[in-house]
């Protein structure tokens, strides 16, 4: 399962300076606020966001740490937990935006983030959680020992060979909470033969009592591919004199260091390091005969990024609080790849191999591209699995583009072509105009984005930024040739690349959590866009559009366009119309297994899944409603399906409920319904160990053109699942 946002229907808000608490009402996200909730289209800078100092900042964060325990209690979180604040962003009118990790009985909770947002005075407006209400667990003592999870990871691991773990007793409990129904866990590193070299990583995530495989995904979050070596021709740097010597220590960005790491293993990436280091101030050669021409460019690439995010979104370095982080070139040998490492705060950048005649892998947008890769762990820190890996993935990619606008190098042109300068076979490693046309990437959201490697999902995201930021049409950019097409046939203008970027920035920063998927992004986006430039500007308009081109939801109505008034509703069935002479003008209800993802159907959250976690009646997509333990509401709908008008037409489904309740008293239901009329209930009291098929008469409705509704209802104890797949009308 992905993003979960949280609807409390009331809730409390903690004044960050006093810490006192005051009921408001909330909303899932925060409101819009001053002259953009008007609708005006004047841009707010850097985002939206204030400029802050580095012990501002401390501060800020300290404020939101003492006021944790309230924003949990206000949160409805369980006694268990606990929340430690991670990061706080200020908006240009005094609102901010609390970000949150948070911890369940000491463990740390995977999925467990979230985003409070509040007004200057401290009133909460909304909040966004990766894990939607409390958690919990049977128990925090797991049946597996940490060695024998660590024997089960090995076995698991899917994305290296020869896989093994650095000890017995590595692996780490933790509280796994991406799914609806949170589980104890292990989280395991792994280590073998991958991508990113003979010593890449990976993380497994197994069940603490099972040793079933939860998750895994690499952690070398990478621009994988070849480099062409020194890209930036003659430029400027910052260095930093000791005596009669100069070292690559840029003291203007964050002390920011480049290192020759000699070729250390991977493994070790360190072991032979020693700083640039020499008693004349000029570096390179612009040929990789002098160790030192990569590391010109990873400067270069890495001041470049730091000044973007500075001058445009007030962000100073990876974690906004100033400090730049080490970077390493000449990592191993025949290394074509570039990583960023969230453990160490560093990034790495290997030499190629003899098939890109070993030319360093330290391009413009390779900097950007890794160095994003931080902000990204520093803010919503997206997974790197499933969909919101191929967020992460995209991000990267968006921000790298960027910075190579941004840089506005003679010798590197920005465009909206990934790698273009590392001697790639076919002249690039990803086009963000038409990311297909790799033979790998998705230019279109399918169901099945989850399950494609991230750095090919990513194209659905790099896709609908090229589209926001563009628009539709061909194109010559940076000399080299772009074509916006659509997945839908559309034709739209963009609304320029800076305010993209901005969109996006803000989503990442303010909305989006660990484990958003696209219909989550196109959400935060949306969201960010109204924040920017009004609810009813064009900007969200054509936002709402360039998903809507990448198969990710719908458009808005063009805010130019009056709404049409509403029709009369649909007379009740205790009354109905005699039956028409002509066939329903609807259509029959489609993709009832689910197997197509969301096609069809409208869902109140991230109800539609192909989660292992549970099991489909058919196929592997089925609808996932209810299971929080905690009040709650959901619903799953379709519209304008036709009822046939000759037979006894009857509603179909299977049905699986599974239950923490006991007896026979219903407290959780799930209500089929028919034109907003209860026709079935089902609760806690009808769980069973399998789906069992059930079946509603809709002979009121023959002849008629109907909404189905599938609405849960939990209380606030024990968690019961609703399990639905296979549904049809006939």
């Known amino acids: 399962m992905n993003r979960r946002k949280n609807a409390l229907a009331g809730a409390v808000a903690a004044a960050l300076a006093l810490g006192t608490v005051t009921v408001v009402a909330t909303q899932s996200t925060a409101a819009p606020r001053s002259a953009a909730a008007a609708g005006t289209s004047a841009a707010r800078p850097g985002a939206g966001f204030r ?40 908006d ?120 079933a495989p939860l998750d895994q995904y690499e952690l070398h979050q990478s621009i994988t591919g070849t480099g062409n070596g020194v890209a930036v021709g003659q430029v400027s740097i910052e260095t930093t004199q000791s005596g009669s010597s100069y070292t690559l220590t840029d003291a203007a960005h ?39 021409s990569a590391a010109v ?48 705060f560093c990034m790495f950048f290997g030499d190629g191999s003899s098939q890109n005649s070993n030319t360093p892998v330290t391009a413009l947008d390779v900097a950007g591209h890794e160095m994003s890769h931080g902000v990204t762990a520093a803010t919503a820190d997206l997974n790197y699995s499933g969909e919101s890996g191929g967020l992460n993935e995209a991000t990267s990619d968006i921000f790298g583009t960027m910075v190579e606008f941004y840089a506005n190098n003679t010798g590197d042109p920005g465009d ?30 399918t169901s099945s984005a989850g399950s494609v490697d991230v750095h090919y999902s990513s194209g659905i995201g790099n896709h609908f930024f090229y589209l926001a930021a563009e628009g539709t049409g061909a194109k010559t950019i940076g000399g080299r040739s772009h074509n916006g097409t659509t997945c839908n046939n559309d034709t739209f203008a963009g609304i320029g690349k800076d305010k993209a970027a901005a969109v996006w920035y803000r989503a990442l920063s303010t909305y989006m959590t660990s484990t958003t998927n696209y219909s989550g992004a196109r959400t935060a986006t949306l969201q960010a866009a109204a924040d920017l430039y009004g609810t009813n500007s064009q900007e969200r ?44 003008s609807g259509n029959t209800l489609t993709n009832g297994s689910f197997e197509q993802g969301t096609s069809g159907w409208t869902q109140s959250d991230d109800i539609i899944t192909n989660s292992t976690l549970q099991a489909a009646r058919d196929g592997s ?34 049905l699986k409920v599974s239950t923490q309740e006991y007896g026979s008293t219903a407290y959780d239901t799930l209500k089929a319904k028919v034109n907003g009329t209860t026709l ?22 023959k002849g008629q053109t109907v909404k189905l509704e599938f609405a849960g209802t939990e209380d606030a104890y024990l968690s019961t699942v609703f399990l639905v797949d296979q549904i049809a009308i006939g």
């Not at 964050?254 to 700083?275: C, E, F, L, W």
């Not at 100033?322 to 160490?344: E, K, Q, S, W």
């Not at 990934?418 to 086009?431: A, D, F, P, V």
């Not at 990710?552 to 069935?573: E, M």
């Open 51 to 90: 400029a802050m100092t580095a012990d501002v900042r401390g501060e800020a964060i300290r404020t939101a740490d003492r006021n944790a325990a309230a924003t949990a209690r206000a949160l409805g979180l369980g006694p268990a937990e606990r929340l430690v604040a991670k990061d706080v962003l200020v």
């Open 680 to 701: 079935a209930t089902y609760s806690n009291a009808n769980a069973s160990a399998g789906y069992v098929q059930r079946t509603v008469d809709l002979s009121a409705y």
């Open 416 to 445: 909206y072509y990934i790698g273009e300068k590392l001697n790639m076979s076919g002249g690039y490693m990803r086009r963000m105009d038409n990311p297909a046309a790799d033979g790998n990437s998705l230019s279109c959201w």
């Open 297 to 344: 460019d990873a400067s270069y690439g890495l001041a470049k990024t730091w000044d973007y995010y500075k001058d445009s979104f007030n962000r100073s370095g990876i974690r906004n609080d100033g400090r730049g982080a080490p970077a390493y070139v000449h990592l191993d040998t025949n290394l074509l790849n570039a990583f960023y490492d969230d453990d160490c």
């Open 621 to 654: 997509w089925y609808a996932w409603m209810m299971g929080y333990g905690a009040s709650a509401v959901e619903s799953l709908s379709q519209s304008n399906i036709a009822v046939p008008s000759t037979g006894t037409p009857k509603l179909t489904f299977w």
């Open 254 to 292: 964050g002390g920011t260091v480049i290192y020759d790491s000699y070729n250390s293993p991977q493994s070790n990436p360190k072991q032979n390091a020693r700083t640039f280091s020499k008693t004349t101030n000029s570096w390179g050669t612009g040929t990789t005969s002098s160790r030192e």
């Open 541 to 584: 308009y054509l936002v709402s559009k360039a998903w809507a081109a990448v198969s990710v939801g719908t458009a808005l109505p063009d805010p130019g366009t009056p709404t049409p008034s509403p029709t009369d509703p649909t007379p009740s069935p205790t009354d109905p119309t005699p039956s028409p002479t002509t066939p329903p």
């Open 92 to 211: 240009t009118d005094g609102s901010r935006h609390v970000r949150y990790d948070r911890t369940y009985s000491g463990l740390q909770v995977m999925g467990g983030d979230l985003v409070v947002h509040l007004t200057e005075d401290g009133e909460i407006t909304g909040s966004d959680l990766a894990h939607q209400g409390a958690i919990r667990v049977a128990g925090t003592t797991p049946k597996l020992t940490a060695a024998e999870a660590s024997d089960v990871a090995v076995k698991h691991a899917k994305h290296v060979k020869k896989a093994k773990t650095g000890s017995k007793d590595s692996s780490t409990l933790v509280v796994y909470a991406v799914g609806k129904v949170p589980v104890l866990a292990y989280r395991s590193t792994v280590t073998g033969e991958g991508e990113t070299g003979p010593a890449s990583r990976q993380a497994v995530i197994v069940d603490a009592s099972s040793g």
